[in-house]
């Protein structure tokens, strides 16, 4: 699992000349996993058949696969609830297919751009699950925030404020352990982290760096 998962480096123009970014002209091709080619019959999509099929996108003039999350997820919004970034989903294969599959797309002259998640995680990211201890150093790694003065936690209209989110309803939800809300601006599985921390910063650098 320690083979280079990074996209392949643009080549400098013979005459010197400063090239255009490599994605300038590009054929992205966008690849929906879980519905693109299943090779186990489990009727899932999956990296091997991704790869599997590689030969064939090439013939179509494609220079760059983009790939729908297929990190570690409950999968409450189709992957988008990332619990383990450094993880393929089972549904998905494991972090050794992902290695067949980029050895093989780079072999072919393809490259490879990951749909990475970084707004939220999962709510069974172990981020998060420290987070709800405010004496955890990851305390303040999601956005937290009492109830609404003069409310009862946990109540209907105890909410910080009135913030809605994208997918209905509060983008509040309160956390028992904790005894405070977390900011959801999707589903109440996606808590929002708190990219002002500049520890939350580091972890997420840390993680792209993993993969490069």
Request: charged share 25%; aromatic share 14%.
């Amino acid at each position: 699992t320690d083979f280079n998962r990074s996209v392949l480096p643009d080549a400098v123009r013979s005459n010197g000349a400063t090239p255009n970014p490599w994605w300038a002209n590009a054929v992205v091709y966008q690849i929906y996993p879980r519905s693109f080619q299943d090779t186990n019959g489990d009727g899932i999509g999956d990296l091997k058949g991704i790869t599997s099929r590689l030969d064939y996108l090439a013939d179509l003039g494609v220079d760059v696969l983009w790939l729908s999350p297929v990190y570690r997820s409950p999968q409450d919004d189709n992957g988008y609830d990332i619990s383990d970034y450094q993880d393929i989903d089972p549904l998905f294969g494991t972090l050794e297919d992902m290695d067949e599959l980029l050895a093989e797309a780079h072999r072919r002259g393809l490259k490879i751009v990951m749909d990475l998640v970084v707004n939220h995680t999962s709510d069974e990211h172990a981020w998060f699950q420290a987070s709800r201890d405010r004496d955890d150093p990851h305390a303040d790694w999601y956005w937290w925030r009492p109830a609404r003065p003069g409310h009862e936690p946990g109540t209907p209209g105890a909410e910080p404020n009135r913030w809605g989110s994208y997918f209905g309803g509060s983008a509040w939800q309160y956390d028992p352990k904790r005894g405070e809300y977390y900011l959801h601006q999707y589903s109440r599985k996606q808590p929002d982290l708190n990219w002002e921390n500049p520890e939350v910063r580091k972890a997420v650098y840390r993680m792209m760096n993993w993969w490069m």
